[in-house]
């Protein structure tokens, strides 16, 4: 299956991806994204971020069970999160280009792909933890 019940249960949601979180970095309380959304179903998986321009900052991407991203297809360059189980940041791919793949992590559970110096400006760690919370915004 391609469901992470660890998505589920802190996401605290069962729908689609018109339901919104948002991320914080519990080390400093800063809101890493305020829109995010998670992928849970294949279709919603397969197209991801493609056919979009750009991602806005704020927005992201939750990509559960996925230790590898590529960006074949896209149009701008994202960062990407590599957390464990726990939400713990294990790896940082900062700005990845368009027509690129990511090695495989293998100590991650799933990703949050963001847009491209998000993880920079928010100071974001290995090692940190991730914590998702609903979202004010719609």
């Known amino acids: 299956s391609l469901r992470f019940r660890g ?9 689609t ?3 919104y979180r948002q991320v914080r970095i ?3 309380r800063q809101l890493l994204a305020g829109r995010v959304r998670t992928a849970r179903t294949l279709p919603e998986r397969m197209v991801g971020l493609l056919g979009r321009r750009s991602l806005p900052s704020g927005e992201g991407l939750i990509l559960p069970s996925c230790r590898s991203i590529h960006t ?3 149009q701008f360059a994202i960062d990407a999160l590599f957390v464990n189980r726990h939400w713990e940041v294990v790896a940082i791919h900062p700005a990845i280009p368009p027509g690129r793949m990511t090695p495989i992590v293998w100590r991650a559970q799933s990703v ?10 928010a100071q974001v760690r290995v090692g940190d933890r991730l ?4 979202s004010v915004v719609s």
């Open 72 to 74: 074949w297809g896209m």
């Open 26 to 28: 519990e080390r400093t």
């Open 131 to 134: 914590l998702l919370e609903p």
């Open 112 to 121: 949050l792909e963001l847009a491209a110096g998000a993880a920079e400006q």
């Open 7 to 15: 998505v589920s249960r802190l996401c605290g949601d069962k729908g």
């Open 17 to 19: 991806l018109t339901h």
